[in-house]
């Protein structure tokens, strides 16, 4: 996608940019994709 910012690119595919930082922080600190899965299940506000 040669020209397009990362935040339009984010935009045209529904992304929220600050969640698209977040997801690519949890990666650095080496968590997978199931362990923010599962964190996110766990903090879930009980209604």
């Known amino acids: 996608m040669r020209g397009v910012s990362a935040q339009s690119n ?8 600050e969640w698209v930082q977040l997801m690519k922080e949890a990666r650095e600190m080496g968590l997978s994709k199931r362990e923010v899965k599962q964190f996110l299940q766990k903090e879930r506000p009980r209604i």
Request: aromatic residues 12%; glycine residues 12%.
């Open 10 to 17: 984010y935009s045209s595919k529904g992304l929220d940019r």
